[in-house]
C-alpha cells in the first residue's frame, strides 16, 4: 500500500523538479551557446508550467526559427498575439516562420516596407529560395547599409562562401568575430574561410578553439574531421569522428562519415558490417550504397558489387567512380570484354590516370583487343605524368577558386586534343572570370563531343546564363540537364536561378 503512494509521488516530484524561472534562466545560456534545440526543449518545458511568460515565448520562437521549426514557431507567435504582442519584431519573426514554411514570396509580402536590418536578412533568405541570386545579394547588401547585425553578418557570409566568393566571405568574417569571436558560428565561418583560403592550420586552430568552447557540439569536430581527410590525414580524421560519435552516436552525418573512412582506410569489414544492416535502403548512387558494393568487391563476392556497380552506372552513367568499380567488378567476374567496354571513355580521356590505363589495359589484353598494346604505351609515357601533374593543379585550383591558375592548367591540356571533359572544366574557369565567349565557345565544344552527358548541357547552359545571354536556350539546356540528371541539386538550382531572372 505504502509503495503504491511513493512511487508515484516520487515521478511527479520528479517532472517538476525544475521550476519555470529556472528552465528560463537555463534556456537563455543554451540560446547564447547556440544550442538551440536544448533552449527549445527547456522554453517548452517552462511554457507548460507557466503558459502566459511573454519573454520566454519570444525566446521560445527564436529558437524554433534558428531551427528552422517554422510550424513550432507559428504556434508560438500566435500565443504573443493572443497575449497582444503587436509590431515589427513580431512581423518579422512570422515572415521568417512563413519561409521555414517554404512560403517565400508570402514571407516578402508581409514584411512591406519594413528597412530594418533583420527583414533584409529575411528578404534575401525569401530570394535564396525563389532562385533569384541578384536580389538575395542586393538584399543583404541594402541589410548591411541599415546596420547590419549579427544574424545578417552571419547569413551574408555563408552565402558568399556558397557562392565562391571567399573574398567576399571573409570581409563578412571578420565583421561577424566583431560582433563575438568566440561564438560557434563566427569561429565556424572563419575556420571555413581559412579552409578555403588554403591556410590549413588557421582553420584547423579555430575549429580545434569550437570543439573546446562548445564540447557538446559534433560541428567543428565534422567539418575539422572533412578538412584533414581532403589533406589525406585520414587518421587524424577518424580521431576526430570517434569523437563525434562519442557525443551523438545515432548522429546521421557521423555514421556516413565514419563509412567514408573506414573505406578510405581499406577497412572494408567495417564497412559491410555498418551497411548490411541498411542494405534494403542504400541507393546504388549514394556514397554509402558505392562504398558498399566495393565491400563486398575487396571481401570476394564480385557478382554482387557487379550488379550494384552496374545499377549506379544506368543511374548516372557520368559518374566516373561507378565506371571504374563496374569495369573493376566485370573484370573480377572474367568478362574482360564488358569491362574493357566500361572503361574505355575514362582511359580514352586526357585526365586518365594510371589506375584507369592500368585496368583498360589488362581488359584489353584479357579480351584480346588491338588496343593493349597502345594503352601500355600510354602508362610508360612522359606525356602520362604531365597530364596528370596538370589536372592536379587544375583541379586544385578549382576547388580553391583560383580561376587563372585553372586556366592555365586546363588550356594547356586542351592543346592535346579534344576532350569533352577538359573543355567542359576550362569553360566553368573562364566563365568564372567574365571571358564569356570563350567558356560558350569551349563548353558547345564539349557538348558537340558528348551531346547526351548531363554535364556538357549544363555548362553549355550555364556558360550563357552567367553571360546573360540567350534565355530560352540557357533555359533548354539547363533544363535537358536536370531532366537527365534529377538527383543533381546544383542542375536542379541552376535551372531555378534562369527561371526566376525571367
Known amino acids: 500500500m505504502k509503495r503504491s503512494i511513493v512511487l508515484p509521488l516520487l515521478l511527479a516530484l520528479a517532472a517538476c523538479s ?39 515565448l519570444v525566446l521560445l520562437a527564436r529558437a524554433q526559427l534558428r531551427l528552422a521549426d517554422g510550424e513550432g514557431a507559428q504556434a508560438s507567435i500566435d500565443q504573443l498575439k493572443a497575449l497582444g504582442m503587436k509590431g515589427p519584431e513580431l512581423v518579422r519573426m512570422e515572415a521568417e516562420a512563413l519561409l521555414c514554411r517554404n512560403q517565400p514570396q508570402q514571407a516578402i509580402d508581409l514584411l512591406g516596407n519594413d528597412n530594418a536590418a533583420d527583414a533584409w536578412r529575411i528578404r534575401a533568405a525569401a530570394r535564396i529560395k525563389l532562385g533569384d541570386s541578384a536580389g538575395a545579394l542586393a538584399a543583404f547588401e541594402a541589410g548591411m547599409a541599415a546596420g547590419g547585425g549579427y544574424l545578417i553578418t552571419l547569413d551574408f557570409g555563408q552565402y558568399l562562401l556558397a557562392n565562391g566568393d571567399v ?63 581532403a589533406q589525406g590525414k585520414v587518421e587524424q580524421a577518424a580521431k576526430l569522428v570517434e569523437r563525434a560519435a562519442e557525443l551523438e552516436p545515432d548522429n546521421p552525418d557521423v555514421f556516413d562519415l565514419q563509412v567514408q573512412l573506414a573505406g578510405e582506410m581499406g577497412e ?63 573484370l573480377a567476374t572474367g568478362d574482360a570484354a564488358a569491362a574493357y567496354r566500361t572503361i574505355k571513355p575514362l582511359a580514352d580521356s586526357l585526365l586518365a590516370g594510371p589506375r584507369e590505363l592500368e585496368l583498360a589495359e589488362r581488359a584489353a589484353r584479357e579480351a584480346g583487343d588491338p588496343a593493349a598494346p597502345a594503352l601500355k604505351a ?53 566563365s568564372n572570370v567574365g571571358r564569356h565567349d570563350e567558356a560558350i565557345g569551349y563548353a558547345d565544344r564539349a557538348l558537340k563531343l558528348d551531346p547526351e552527358n548531363p554535364d556538357m548541357l549544363h555548362i553549355a547552359g550555364l556558360t550563357r546564363l552567367n553571360a546573360g545571354r540567350d534565355r530560352p536556350t540557357v533555359l533548354r539546356l539547363l533544363k535537358a540537364a536536370a531532366d537527365k540528371d534529377p538527383n543533381s541539386v546544383q542542375f536542379r538550382g541552376d535551372l531555378a536561378r534562369a527561371q526566376a531572372r525571367g
Open 18 to 56: 525544475d521550476d519555470p524561472a529556472e528552465l528560463i534562466e537555463r534556456a537563455r545560456g543554451e540560446y547564447a551557446e547556440q544550442d538551440f534545440l536544448a533552449a527549445r526543449n527547456d522554453l517548452a518545458a517552462a511554457q507548460r508550467a507557466e503558459p502566459g511568460n511573454r519573454d520566454a
Open 167 to 229: 573574398a567576399g566571405a571573409a570581409v563578412q568574417a571578420q565583421r561577424l568575430a566583431r560582433y563575438d569571436a568566440d561564438s560557434l558560428a563566427s569561429l565556424m565561418l572563419n575556420a571555413e574561410v581559412a579552409n578555403r583560403q588554403g591556410r590549413a592550420e588557421a582553420a584547423h586552430q579555430a575549429w580545434a578553439r569550437a570543439a573546446k568552447l562548445y564540447p557538446k557540439r559534433i560541428e567543428p569536430l565534422l567539418a575539422d574531421a572533412r578538412a584533414y581527410d
Open 268 to 330: 572494408w569489414d567495417k564497412v559491410r558490417t555498418m551497411l548490411a544492416p541498411k542494405e534494403g535502403e542504400l541507393s546504388p548512387i549514394s556514397a554509402k550504397g558505392l562504398s558498399y558494393a566495393e565491400a563486398l568487391l575487396r571481401l570476394g563476392h564480385p557478382e554482387q558489387a557487379r550488379a550494384w556497380f552496374e545499377r549506379a552506372m544506368l543511374l548516372s552513367p557520368n559518374n566516373p567512380y561507378s565506371r571504374l568499380m563496374a569495369a573493376e567488378a566485370q
Open 378 to 430: 600510354r602508362l610508360q609515357s612522359a606525356q602520362l605524368k604531365q597530364n596528370q601533374t596538370l589536372n592536379q593543379q587544375g583541379h586544385a585550383a578549382l576547388a580553391r577558386n583560383d580561376w587563372n591558375a585553372a586556366i592555365a592548367a586546363f588550356s594547356q591540356l586542351a592543346q592535346q586534343g579534344e576532350d569533352a571533359e577538359v573543355f567542359k572544366r576550362l569553360a566553368f574557369a573562364l
